[in-house]
C-alpha cells in the first residue's frame, strides 16, 4: 500500500493566485514527520517545509503552508501568490517513527505549472 | 552552505558495464542515502547509510551495491547496467536523526546523475 499519495499528477495555476497541492499519508506510527520538496527543471531538490506530527499549528514558511489534517491523514501544501519560478516538481514526504538512518518515504510528484 | 556533490550529471554506458556514481558531503553528515528518480514514481530508495561501512537495503536494492569508506563519501555501484536502470540518481545526506528533532531534519540534496543505459 502507498505509504504518501498524491493524487494530483499535474496542475495549473494562475499567476497571483494560490494552489493546494494534495498529500495524504498512511502511518499506524503516532510519531512521524512530514516534509514537502520542490524540485525545479534544473533537478536539485529544494526542502520547503516540514511539519511534526505533535506541531500543534500548522507549519508555515514564507509564501509555504501545510494545512495539516491529523484525522485525516493529508499534508496539503498551500502556496499564496504564485510565481512563474513557482513552476515545478513537488513531492510530500514522511518520516516514520524513529527509523534508523532517518529514512524519507515520498510520494509520486505533482508538476506545478503557473501560469502568466 | 551545505553541499552535496554527485559525480556526473549526465552518464551514458553500455548493457553490461559497471558503472560507478560518487556522491560527497561536506557537513559531516552521517546519514546518506541513494534514491532513484522514475515519472510518475516518484523517489524509490535504493540503499542509505547510518555510518562508514554501514549499508541498509531500501525498497529497490536488487541490481544495485554501494560503498561507504569515508563519512563524506556514498558510492551506488551498478555491477552490470541494464536498460532498466536508466533514471535520475539522486543522492542525500542528513545528520543522525536522534534528540528532540529526532523527526525533523530534512535532508540534502545533490544535482542529480541523469544515467542512460543502451
Known amino acids: 500500500a502507498q505509504k504518501i499519495t498524491q493524487t494530483q499528477p499535474g496542475m495549473f495555476v494562475q499567476e497571483k493566485e494560490a494552489v493546494t497541492l494534495d498529500c495524504t499519508y498512511d502511518?499506524?506510527?503516532?510519531?512521524?514527520?512530514l516534509f514537502w520538496y520542490k524540485q525545479p527543471s534544473s533537478g536539485e531538490m529544494i526542502f520547503l517545509i516540514y511539519?511534526?506530527?505533535?506541531?500543534?499549528q500548522n507549519a508555515t514558511e514564507g509564501r509555504y503552508s501545510l494545512n495539516f489534517q491529523k484525522a485525516r491523514k493529508s499534508a496539503n501544501l498551500v502556496i499564496s501568490a504564485s510565481q512563474l519560478g513557482d513552476s515545478a516538481m513537488y513531492f510530500c514526504a514522511m518520516r516514520e517513527g524513529d527509523n534508523q538512518g532517518g529514512k524519507l518515504i515520498f510520494g509520486q510528484g505533482t508538476e506545478l505549472s503557473v501560469k502568466p | 552552505d551545505v553541499k552535496v556533490t554527485q559525480s556526473s550529471r549526465y552518464l551514458v554506458k553500455r548493457t553490461g558495464e559497471k558503472v560507478f556514481l560518487e556522491c560527497v558531503q561536506d557537513?559531516?553528515?552521517?546519514?546518506m542515502f541513494w534514491y532513484r528518480q522514475d515519472p510518475g514514481l516518484g523517489l524509490r530508495l535504493i540503499y542509505f547509510s547510518y555510518d562508514v561501512k554501514m549499508k541498509e537495503k531500501g525498497d529497490i536494492p536488487e541490481g544495485y551495491s554501494v560503498s561507504r569508506e569515508k563519512k563524506e563519501r556514498f558510492s551506488l555501484i551498478l555491477e552490470s547496467a541494464s536498460t532498466n536502470q536508466t533514471s535520475m540518481y539522486l543522492c542525500a545526506s542528513s545528520p543522525r536523526t536522534g534528540g528532540s528533532r529526532r523527526f525533523s531534519y530534512e535532508q540534502y540534496f545533490g544535482p542529480g546523475t541523469r544515467l542512460t543505459v543502451t
Open positions: 511539519q511534526g506530527s505533535y506541531d500543534q
Open positions: 557537513m559531516d553528515h552521517e546519514n
Open positions: 502511518t499506524s506510527d503516532p510519531s512521524y514527520g
